[in-house]
């Protein structure tokens, strides 16, 4: 079974799993969302605190329910909250300082991470308001958290 196949069913199975109230699984709910394929906001710097996964439920007609990476033009109650993030999908992300894609931002590329967003070299800790998923990898034309030239 192909690795992206294996995540959905698995996603599957949990999807059922949190629908129907069964308990018990050895491994934090947390830190199983962070392996999946999105976008892992963390409320402390180095990856601790509270979560937010940006994912959303759908319905698959071959596999059921399961999470897909989704935008957000408002994080709700995890805005101004982050101080860590990390970027599991296979492309880039947008953060923005206000509420429906507006003022500052920076772009994060698949596989980076962030570990303390107060750094000097940002200065946007407690900032982040909504993100956007692109459709690349590529942070073309948006300033990013960490240069590749």
Excluded: Q
């Excluded at 199975?13 to 050895?26: K, Y």
């Excluded at 982040?128 to 990013?144: D, F, N, V, W």
């Amino acid at each position: 079974m192909s690795r992206i196949r294996t995540r959905l069913a698995l996603a599957t199975i949990a999807s059922a799993v949190a629908v129907l109230g069964v308990s018990g699984a050895t491994t934090p709910a947390h830190a199983a969302d962070e392996e999946w394929p999105t976008l892992v906001l963390r409320g402390d710097a180095g990856y601790e605190g509270s979560i937010r996964v940006m994912r959303e439920l759908v319905s698959n007609p071959y596999y059921g329910w399961v999470y897909v990476p989704t935008s957000s033009p408002d994080l709700g109650g995890f805005s101004d909250k982050t101080s860590s993030l990390s970027n599991n999908d296979a492309v880039a992300w947008v953060l923005y300082d206000d509420k429906y894609y507006f003022d500052r931002h920076y772009c994060i590329r698949p596989g980076e991470t962030v570990p303390n967003l107060s750094s000097s070299r940002w200065k946007f800790n407690d900032k982040i308001s909504s993100a956007k998923r692109l459709a690349t990898a590529s942070c073309a034309g948006y300033p990013a958290f960490y240069s590749t030239s």
